[in-house]
């Protein structure tokens, strides 16, 4: 069979989504990335040993050729969120899946998708609007919450993200430009380096 792509972003939902891929596919059959971005928090090397030992295959890393995180974006194109939407999204993560999406000979990805209607919503625009992934949502499929993957990790010895302990909702890039001013406060109360950064940037 072609391989199925996996993408394991540390978040707790996928890599629940893709623990439950391996299981069903099995291990020789499914390749599971994870897209590096120097802003992340650095648990989350920690993270990554974890789960890779817990699926039981090794968990791929990949980045963008051109950026190191959004602070190198905004300062080389002078830019950070729009109508348009934000520049990282495209150039850190978009572009490195669909260089992968080249260089694999896949039949299927694998997206963490969770069982909430908000996240079914999204679901559904990401298969009309990349249909050529031929895109999987296991946790969807199995009506698995995000509440039930924090516990399946913990129930199996795998400590949460630190993102998540220190009260965020996702474990995304430390200072993301798509999040709120509530978002913004909290990385100004734990990481005040980066929100200084941004603000100089946006300045």
């Given at each position: 069979m072609k391989k199925i792509i996996g993408?394991?972003?540390c978040g707790i939902t996928s890599a629940v989504a893709c623990k439950l891929a391996v299981e069903k596919y099995g291990k020789e059959?499914?390749?599971?990335?994870?897209?590096?971005i120097d802003s992340a928090h650095w648990d989350n090397e920690r993270f990554i040993r974890d789960c890779a030992k817990?699926?039981?295959?090794?968990?791929?890393?990949?980045?963008?050729?051109?950026?190191?995180?959004q602070f190198d974006i905004i300062k080389k194109r002078r830019y950070i969120n729009g109508p348009a939407g934000a520049l990282c999204t495209a150039e850190l993560k978009k572009n490195v899946r669909y260089a992968v999406e080249k260089e694999v000979d896949f039949g299927n990805q694998i997206f963490g998708f969770e069982f909430v209607k908000?996240?079914?919503?999204?679901?559904?625009?990401?298969?009309?609007?990349?249909?050529?992934t031929n895109p999987l949502y296991p946790l969807i499929d199995r009506k698995i919450t995000k509440q039930q993957c924090a516990e399946l990790l913990l129930r199996n010895g795998i400590k949460l993200p630190?993102?998540?302990?220190?009260g965020f909702h996702?474990?995304?890039c430390?200072?993301?430009?798509?999040g709120g001013k509530g978002y913004a406060n909290k990385v100004r109360e734990h990481f005040p380096s980066y929100f200084d950064r941004?603000?100089?940037l946006e300045q």
């Amino acid at each position: 069979m072609k391989k199925i792509i996996g993408w394991f972003s540390c978040g707790i939902t996928s890599a629940v989504a893709c623990k439950l891929a391996v299981e069903k596919y099995g291990k020789e059959n499914v390749l599971l990335y994870y897209i590096v971005i120097d802003s992340a928090h650095w648990d989350n090397e920690r993270f990554i040993r974890d789960c890779a030992k817990w699926i039981g295959t090794k968990i791929w890393k990949v980045q963008s050729k051109k950026y190191t995180d959004q602070f190198d974006i905004i300062k080389k194109r002078r830019y950070i969120n729009g109508p348009a939407g934000a520049l990282c999204t495209a150039e850190l993560k978009k572009n490195v899946r669909y260089a992968v999406e080249k260089e694999v000979d896949f039949g299927n990805q694998i997206f963490g998708f969770e069982f909430v209607k908000k996240e079914i919503n999204r679901a559904i625009r990401f298969s009309q609007q990349h249909p050529n992934t031929n895109p999987l949502y296991p946790l969807i499929d199995r009506k698995i919450t995000k509440q039930q993957c924090a516990e399946l990790l913990l129930r199996n010895g795998i400590k949460l993200p630190k993102m998540y302990e220190l009260g965020f909702h996702n474990n995304n890039c430390i200072m993301c430009v798509k999040g709120g001013k509530g978002y913004a406060n909290k990385v100004r109360e734990h990481f005040p380096s980066y929100f200084d950064r941004m603000s100089e940037l946006e300045q």
